[in-house]
């Protein structure tokens, strides 16, 4: 081996593929690998963790790891001569972020110097009753409650966020409190409902339910469904939890999934690029099940969605679906309790 080298590789190969690769001996890449699996477990390596390797001029070799925050790095010649592990601190601290509505939700929460998944997470919670895309305007208003992860002082992530609301002219006031693994509102309702404002993230309405001169047949004909112009290969999800009865090519629909759910909804996914689920899958609402595109009679990427119950088609953007179980009375006053902390945590830290 050349001394004074420098190898960084990322570790979504094993290790011993790596090291036996160098010319390691087994015996060496065994004494490291019974070190290392004292800190990591080698199966749960990816592709963002990595390995460097440093010869130094006496011919000792240091292995240093990057695991998420915690670095191990070992120095071995014939055998290990140091071990050094340092366990990454990660400091969550409960903090409130308020904002206001300019152009859209996602670059308002980003110029409050937030990270992007932020807005995945708290629109997420009002995805039964808020659709970001189409339902905003300018000088609605957010506030969070909400745990901020920190690494030297750094914003990595977010953790739990406890209470969340939403001011909007168009959708009045939304609260969301977390209790357990779910959401509710102020008075213990609970906001996750059957089914799922929209199957996209990313989208505009292009065409309703009812006659229109269709831009291929040249025809005018009943369109059964809602038209959401979106870009090509962004995520589908399931509207609701149900069963797969159909996924593969449709005729005019090109690649098409058909889901059956409770109380005898059924919907339709159509024009898809990619289909991501099979007959007889069991799904969840929000779950991903494929991808926009423009297969079947189509002029360009879009999804074309349609609803049914009882056989019977139904227009989804007029649909009027209960919340799941509320709060339970002998968890209620524990409820209580919890909502009464986080308005207190908010008066107290908000002037």
């Known amino acids: 081996m050349v001394n004074n080298i420098f190898l960084v590789y990322s ?5 011993w593929n790596i090291l036996s690769s160098l010319g390691f001996e087994n015996k060496k ?3 490291l690998s019974q070190t290392i699996k004292n800190y990591f477990d080698e199966k749960t390596f990816n592709k963002n963790d990595t390995l460097k390797i440093k010869i130094l001029s006496d011919s000792s070799i240091v292995l240093t790891i990057k695991k998420n925050f915690n670095k191990l ?3 071995l010649k014939d055998t290990i001569k140091e071990v050094h592990f340092e366990k990454g601190f990660i400091q969550k601290k409960l903090e409130i972020i308020k904002g206001s509505i300019e152009g859209n939700l996602y670059n308002s929460i980003l110029k409050l110097n937030e990270l992007p998944e932020l807005v995945e997470k708290y629109s997420d919670i009002f995805a039964w009753d808020i659709d970001f895309l189409v339902e905003t305007e300018d000088n609605d208003s957010f506030l969070m409650v909400l745990e901020k992860l920190y690494y030297n002082e750094r914003l990595i992530g977010y953790g739990n966020i406890y209470y969340a609301v939403y001011y909007g002219k168009r959708v009045g006031i939304k609260r969301a409190i977390k209790f357990g693994d779910k959401y509710y509102d ?3 309702k609970a906001l996750s409902k059957m089914f799922l404002k929209s199957p996209l993230k990313i989208y505009r309405i292009t065409s309703y339910i009812g006659y229109r ?3 291929i047949l040249r025809e005018y004909r009943l369109h059964h469904g809602v038209d959401y112009a979106a ?3 962004i995520p589908v999800f ?3 939890d149900g069963v797969v009865i159909y996924a593969g090519w449709k005729g ?3 690649n098409t999934i058909i889901i059956k759910h409770p109380k005898g909804y059924e919907t339709r996914y159509a024009h898809l690029s990619k289909i991501s689920v099979f007959i007889g899958q069991r799904v969840s609402a929000g779950q991903y099940i494929g991808n926009v595109g423009a297969t079947g009679l189509s002029t360009g990427p879009h999804l074309h969605f349609e609803m049914r119950k009882d056989g019977n088609l139904i227009n989804p953007l007029k649909l009027k679906i209960q919340s799941d179980k509320p709060i339970d009375p002998e968890n209620l006053n524990e409820f209580i309790r919890t909502k009464n902390l986080i308005i207190s945590f908010i008066k107290s830290n908000t002037i």
């Open 11 to 15: 570790l979504n190969q094993p290790l």
């Open 238 to 240: 399931s509207l609701g």
């Open 252 to 254: 005019g629909y090109g």
């Open 231 to 233: 870009p090509y290969g």
């Open 186 to 188: 102020e008075n213990g």
């Open 73 to 75: 790095e070992v120095t």
């Open 213 to 215: 001169f269709h831009p």
């Open 29 to 31: 890449i065994f004494i």
